[in-house]
């Protein structure tokens, strides 16, 4: 949803954020096919930063109707990358408001001459706001820094004689009480202390605040006639695994689908004809978590072809989908996969790495996923917002599961419950479910992480939240994240399941870790007495500074991390007989954060660093996860004796 933040209106300028869309059409992965081509415009962007004191400057001068350079000083700034840590102006690195990034294509010949081809340009992420233009002409706005969003530019770019084409993005990271995370803006007014016009911006979150395109940017093509969306539920019946399909066209009410899935080895297994359906597969290899089974990630390929007849000649459009054939559901005290019990032993991450803050990278992404693996990781939560489509193609390939959360983190403002704020909650939850709906990796969705659920507006919140999501989905359970701490959770009973975060002997009985057991222990039968739900520790952990080393344990020493641990899994071994169903370290890394007198240079409680190098603590979880796999695998079904899903490790 679209509207601008009432707080920052003052300073920022009348913002144009309008009244939202609802949501239209799918938001399918840009693969390439036979009748679909990409243009990656990752790279360098022209770049600058609105300094005025409005932050209005570019649009009065409006910046995107000539090249950004004309309009003043540019900068050369990487896509995808935040803007934060590139650079060496630390007025930058905090800057709040509008960016502005530009960057002209060449596009092919075919794309700008060949009416029947159409063109559409897609942003992974761009945070928090934006605007974007193709040659001058506004062609879409979007709020939310953490799903993609479109625009059709067909008609821009094949209404002359030109092959390239210039696109203008405008950028807000401004956060106010109604944005997905909220934020606010504190205007200093004394002036014996602060300038005129001082303002900052205050998050009740424990991340930096990082902003710009985050994500890879693209154009692609389709026929005029196109395959839209795919919706996919799978299920079993004995042996035979089934795959109930949906498939959106747009452009035209006449046209025929064929639908194919395929194995691994590229057989055809099922087919169908129609727009929906369901697909048979006797003896169906399931998709099994990483170390559930010894032959996991099993994926099959839906392919959909599509045909029409136009008075221009047959149009023809093909999209072929990873599918993976599991099940998921939930009894009180245990969380299923394909009817067998599962125990998350895993993690929460963040998006962040040194200079690029939030910006997507490849080599970063494959250093993690191998080291989940190599620790035995078989899961992470998405803490605290929707990651990169990639990710999250590889966790379906590597079987690694997912609690996919919503960036509903700090949610505490009384403001944050209004109807707005829900409003643009329930269009958060319909993009990420539209994006992620088909992952089977995806097992969970968690609408939010520790909202002052206690509050009074946080029942009808959660119970709208949840129920929509439900209904957006009925194939998934959901979750929020809450805090032990909280004395009353108006959202747990309409939780599926308890995912509870608990810092004993960090945040309180600093360094007792001798406390640990006990209230761990009544943490878990409080929550199990009052709701009668498996439950996931769903954070848990100590600051750690790598290399700091005393024994007997003090905080913030690798030992004390490891002690704490410790003590920690103690109970968690007891109560994951009874109807504790996981365990999700804090954190993966360390991570930046804004500063404060709390933080070291960000969030130190990972048990790998910022460079991902591992601290102490990595080889106890390793050696816990691997021993914790061993015991929770699945003996039996008969599986396909090949390598799936890369997988180095053998049992
Ligand atoms: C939490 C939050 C997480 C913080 C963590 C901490 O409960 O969910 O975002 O980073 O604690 O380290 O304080």
């Known amino acids: 949803m679209a509207r601008g933040p ?7 300028g009348p913002l144009l954020w309008g009244c939202a869309l609802a949501l239209q059409g799918g938001m399918l992965y840009p693969r390439e096919s036979p009748s679909r081509e990409r243009k990656e415009l990752d790279g360098l962007w022209s770049f600058r930063a609105d300094f005025s004191d409005n932050r209005r400057q570019g649009f009065e001068q409006q910046w995107y109707r000539t090249p950004l350079r004309e309009s003043g000083p540019t900068l050369d700034m990487p896509v995808p990358s935040s803007f934060n840590d590139v650079g060496q102006d630390g007025r930058l690195r905090s800057f709040v408001g509008w960016v502005w990034y530009e960057r002209e294509v060449t596009l092919p010949q075919r794309w700008t001459q060949d009416l029947g081809t ?10 928090y706001y934006a605007i974007v233009w193709v040659n001058g002409v506004h062609v879409a706005e979007h709020e939310g820094g953490h799903l993609p969003f479109e625009a059709d530019v ?14 203008t993005i405008a950028i807000n990271n401004t956060l106010t009480p109604h944005t997905l995370p909220p934020g606010t803006i504190l205007y200093q007014k004394d002036t014996s202390k602060y300038p005129k016009g001082y303002f900052v911006q205050n998050t009740h979150f424990d991340f930096f605040n990082y902003a710009g395109l985050h994500r890879p940017v693209l154009l692609y093509t389709t026929p005029t006639i196109y395959i839209d969306d795919i919706t996919i539920t799978t299920g079993m019946d004995q042996n035979t695994g089934l795959v109930n399909y949906k498939v959106f066209v747009q452009g035209s009410e006449h046209f025929q689908l064929e639908v194919r899935l395929l194995d691994e080895e590229g057989k055809v297994v099922a087919q169908g004809t129609g727009d929906q359906g369901q697909l048979q597969v006797p003896s169906a290899y399931l998709w099994w978590p990483y170390l559930m089974h010894e032959h996991p990630a099993y994926l099959y390929s839906l392919e959909v072809r599509l045909t029409a007849q136009t008075e221009a000649g047959p149009v023809s459009d093909f999209y072929a989908l990873p599918v993976g054939i599991r099940t998921v559901a939930v009894t009180e ?15 929460n991450k963040h998006e962040d790495a040194d200079i690029r803050g939030k910006g997507f990278d490849w080599p970063l992404l494959v250093k993690d996923f191998n080291l989940l693996r190599w620790l035995g990781a078989n899961s992470f939560r998405t803490s605290h917002y929707p990651y990169a489509e990639e990710v999250m193609q590889l966790c379906d390939r ?13 949610i505490v403002l009384t403001q944050s419950y209004s109807n707005v704020s829900l409003q643009h909650h329930l269009e958060v939850m319909e ?3 539209r994006r992620d709906k088909n992952h089977p990796a995806v097992v969970m969705w968690s609408v939010a992480n520790e909202p002052a659920s206690y509050l009074k507006p946080a029942g009808y919140y959660f119970k709208t939240l949840i129920a929509h999501t439900k209904d957006l989905d009925p194939s998934r359970p959901v979750t929020f ?22 810092y004993y002997s960090w945040y309180q009985d600093y360094g007792h870790m001798e406390v640990i057991q006990l209230q761990l222990a009544t943490q878990f039968e409080k929550w199990y007495r009052t709701y009668q739900k498996p439950i996931i520790q769903s954070e848990y952990g100590a600051e750690t500074i790598a290399g700091f080393h005393q024994d007997p344990p003090l905080m913030f020493s690798e030992e004390y991390q490891k002690g704490l641990l410790e003590q920690y899994h103690l109970v968690l071994d007891q109560k994951r007989k009874e109807y504790v169903v996981g365990e999700l370290i804090w954190n993966f890394a360390d991570f930046m954060t804004d500063q404060s007198p709390q933080r070291a240079m960000g969030n130190k409680k990972g048990i790998f660093t910022r460079q991902r190098q591992p601290k102490g603590a990595a080889f106890l979880l390793r050696e816990r996860y691997w021993k914790l796999a061993n015991e929770t695998r699945y003996h039996g079904s008969a599986v396909k004796s090949q390598c799936v899903g890369n997988s180095p490790f053998t049992f």
């Open 6 to 12: 009432a707080g920052a209106a003052a300073v920022l």
């Open 398 to 410: 590597y079987g690694i599961v997912v609690i996919d959360e919503s960036p509903g983190v700090g």
């Open 431 to 433: 993009e990420l479910v």
């Open 154 to 167: 067909s008609k821009l770019v094949q209404s002359g004689p030109l092959s390239s084409c210039r696109i």
């Open 333 to 347: 005290n245990q969380f299923l996969i394909n009817g067998k019990p599962f125990y998350f032993h895993g993690v």
């Open 118 to 127: 159409r063109v559409v340009l897609r942003i992974g992420s761009a945070h």
């Open 481 to 502: 994240v809450t805090n032990s701490n909280y004395e009353a959770d108006l959202g747990a009973p309409y939780v599926d399941v308890i995912c509870v975060n608990s």
